[in-house]
């Protein structure tokens, strides 16, 4: 399990006071699909797959525009709930028809846009995309993803540093989407890439069973032993889901420090799986804890779920992470996953110690209650970087304004 770790949470009169909390994988513009994918398809019930199908038809029609109305409200919703740092795993680079536009980081420049006009810092994780899987060509939105080649996509990540080289809060990285959906030699040219630039290099790793069985049929072998072969394990290493590893694979990535992000409520939502993280950090590995697609946007729901989910598995309590534990994933790891390391000491939460829901909270037992208990409507104070993101319970930026423009927008797009 997660080892103990020093406590967290302060307590200064009735307010209890936390570092910076990181949401490390985000997929901001899936906030728009909330609620609108639950129902039973008629073929009978929905997977991943077909979830994704209709990801891609929301992300085929989105503008620049757009993209920055989606995310700004996504990440004002995460900064209401406390989160101060995100990972935005950024995939969509190109025009519908798969033309880069003009300027070919206008829609990563939308996303950081986004994210600084709440307050909120970001790591742009510039995610390099080639094919539809094994032989085959991208197709639909998958267009809009794609680089004709991995020079392409590793330009644009050094192009963004340099745009956001005098920006604190903006950090940047590089994100092979998948075993998948690059070819190994690109693996091996993003873990060179990053490691000569000391960048954050995450990936999604085994998150469908159907994932495995691809790679296995093109490598001989499953994702996590193919990113081992290509140098793709390290200390700067983020595995995302981490879900379906097989025996060995939790050793590999422990001995080389990476970390896996878990991301509970997307990976409940859509029926992914539960990775077996009490096995994971027993090996060394370092877990921090992401949105994914805003499923939920709670980033205390997200620490506890990776307990409770656990405790289901074992039948039994305390089984994956103490509270402490899972503050630290998601604080100092959480930052340290994004190329943040240290930073989180200079952002602060400040939660209302008289909220219902942390009633009754002990001096010696903060972090429990803070894990167990709290949810949005405790967060009355959000810093970073020593400006107010969130004051008195309130979104500093015109909240009103942001969710009227999200809303228009998306009645815009689902009219089509």
Not at 60 to 77: G, I, N, T, W, Y
Not at 360 to 380: H, I, K, N
């Amino acid at each position: 399990m997660l080892r103990p770790a020093q406590r967290v949470v302060r307590r200064v009169g009735d307010e209890l006071h936390l570092p910076g909390l990181a949401s490390a994988h985000s997929h901001a513009f899936q906030r728009g699909l909330r609620g609108l994918t639950q129902r039973r398809s008629p073929a009978g019930m929905g997977d991943f797959w077909s979830w994704r199908g209709l990801m891609y038809h929301l992300a085929e029609q989105l503008s620049p525009e757009d993209v920055f109305r989606l995310s700004r409200f996504a990440f004002a919703e995460l900064a209401l709930s406390g989160v101060t740092a995100v990972g935005e795993f950024h995939y969509l680079h190109h025009q519908a028809d798969g033309t880069p536009y003009a300027d070919r980081l206008e829609l990563a420049d939308a996303v950081v846009r986004a994210a600084r006009d709440v307050g909120l810092r970001i790591t742009l994780l510039r995610v390099l995309y080639a094919r539809a899987g094994a032989g085959r060509a991208p197709g639909g939105a998958q267009r809009r993803f794609s680089d004709l080649r991995v020079e392409d996509g590793l330009a644009d990540v050094e192009a963004l540093a340099a745009r956001y080289a005098q920006d604190p809060c903006v950090a940047v990285g590089v994100a092979p989407h998948s075993v998948r959906a690059v070819p190994r030699a690109w693996l091996g040219e993003a873990a060179r890439f990053a490691s000569a630039r000391a960048l954050p290099l995450h990936a999604h790793v085994s998150e469908q069973r159907a994932e495995l069985e691809e790679c296995r049929a093109e490598h001989g072998m499953t994702p996590v032993r193919l990113l081992s072969e290509e140098g793709a394990l390290s200390a700067r290493f983020v595995a995302v889901h981490a879900t379906h590893l097989e025996a060995g694979e939790a050793e590999l990535m422990g001995g080389a420090h990476a970390f896996a992000c878990i991301c509970r409520t997307t990976e409940r939502d859509l029926g992914d799986g539960l990775a077996n993280v009490a096995s994971m950090a027993d090996c060394g590995v370092r877990i921090c804890l992401g949105v994914d697609s805003h499923a939920s946007s709670c980033p205390f729901e997200e620490a506890r779920a990776v307990e409770l989910d656990e405790r289901t598995r074992a039948e039994g309590r305390v089984v994956a992470a103490e509270a402490s534990a899972l503050l630290r994933a998601a604080t100092a790891d959480g930052y340290a996953a994004l190329g943040l390391d240290g930073r989180e000491a200079e952002d602060e939460i400040v939660l209302d110690a008289h909220d219902p829901a942390l009633a009754g909270a002990q001096p010696d037992t903060l972090d429990e209650s803070v894990v167990f208990g709290a949810g949005a409507r405790a967060v009355r104070e959000v810093k970073v970087a020593g400006r107010d993101v969130v004051h008195e319970g309130q979104l500093v930026l015109d909240y009103q304004g942001a969710r009227e423009a999200f809303e228009a927008c998306l009645k815009k797009l689902l009219a089509r």
